[in-house]
């Protein structure tokens, strides 16, 4: 990491840096013995004495925390044990999370409110990752298997696929994307023995039929899904109280040694507007070149996304079908 500020030479700033990372996470500790205290002295004094050469001229070093940590942290530890304790990190944590992040997603206007929305928002991820933490797991079952090719074939397989004209532009689309994907997220797992199969349909576990098939009665189809989202992703992304939307292109069973994975490759819609996500009362999306794995068990249900008439790559949602 490089420094440059007027005319402080970057060695210096980045030597300041690294004694901080390093007192810093001796901090950090849950239990000190009495060498570990020795080694967090000498960590301090190297940080402050350096910090204060540096800035003494530019600043009158006036700051509590400093002064704190040159004067009074090792003998707080004697007293009250470690500091993540009672220092205020934990509430700084807090506050980055629940209020920092959520604002800078906001659009600036009526702040509190934008705040409020997305941390209900994330509420309702964290509810509906409990309520299916503890939900009785049904078998995923698996029906009109389309293919079956190992690993150490799949580059040449997908190649031969996605120029094939008597699949679906989407199943096309499909197998140029899997086997990049299939190497950036399990190349470290699977082997070149590995089985892989690809399925026309499964039947989800809240008893849904979810469909990417070439022909489903002499009809392609490929099914829109709503996709709960990690809570650790609801801060990345716009979403629906936490639901992103995908459209399923290829549905997939990866046989490894120990067990199987059970995963469907999407391309992702996107809300078409920011300060308008929604039209109509429904989610107004656009299709991005945004494709990934998705386990089956992280879809929530099928929806309906219809094209918005008259307009290029603009879909709805569909909130008002029974």
């Known amino acids: 990491m490089i420094f440059v500020v007027d005319d402080l030479h970057n060695k210096d700033l980045s030597e300041v840096y690294m004694k901080w990372n390093e007192m810093y996470l001796l901090s950090r500790l849950e239990t000190f013995k009495e060498s570990d205290l020795k080694i967090f002295k000498k960590a301090i004094d190297d940080w402050t004495n350096l910090f204060i050469k540096l800035f003494q001229n530019i600043s009158e070093l006036k700051f509590s925390k400093l002064h704190s940590w040159k004067y009074h942290i090792i003998d707080t530890i004697w007293k009250y044990e470690a500091i993540n304790r009672y220092t205020t990190e934990t ?148 979403s629906n109280s936490g639901t992103c939307y995908a459209q399923t292109l290829l549905v997939t069973q990866i046989v490894l040694s120990n067990k199987s994975l059970y995963l469907a490759l999407v391309q992702w819609y996107d809300f078409k507007s920011r300060n308008t996500p929604f039209v109509y009362g429904c989610p107004w999306l656009e299709l991005v070149e945004k494709y990934n794995f998705i386990e089956i068990e992280a879809i929530e249900e099928i929806v309906h996304i219809v094209p918005r008439f008259d307009k290029k790559n603009e879909y709805f949602v569909n909130k008002y079908i029974f």
């Open 91 to 238: 509430y700084e944590s807090l506050h980055k999370t629940y209020v920092k992040i959520p604002y800078r997603l906001s659009n600036k206007r009526d702040v509190e409110t934008q705040i409020m929305k997305i941390i209900w928002r994330k509420a309702i991820i964290l509810q509906k990752q409990m309520e299916k933490k503890y939900k009785t797991s049904v078998p995923l079952n698996y029906t009109s298997k389309l293919f079956d090719f190992k690993f150490s074939e799949a580059s040449e397989f997908c190649e031969k696929q996605k120029n094939n004209s008597n699949l679906n532009e989407k199943m096309r689309k499909g197998f140029t994307q899997f086997f990049n994907h299939l190497k950036l997220d399990f190349l470290k797992i699977i082997s070149t023995d590995t089985q892989i199969k690809i399925f026309g349909s499964v039947t989800l576990n809240n008893s849904t039929f979810l469909c990417a098939t070439n022909k489903y009665y002499d009809n392609p189809w490929f099914s829109n899904i709503a996709v709960i989202m990690d809570t650790d992703e609801l801060f990345n992304y716009q």
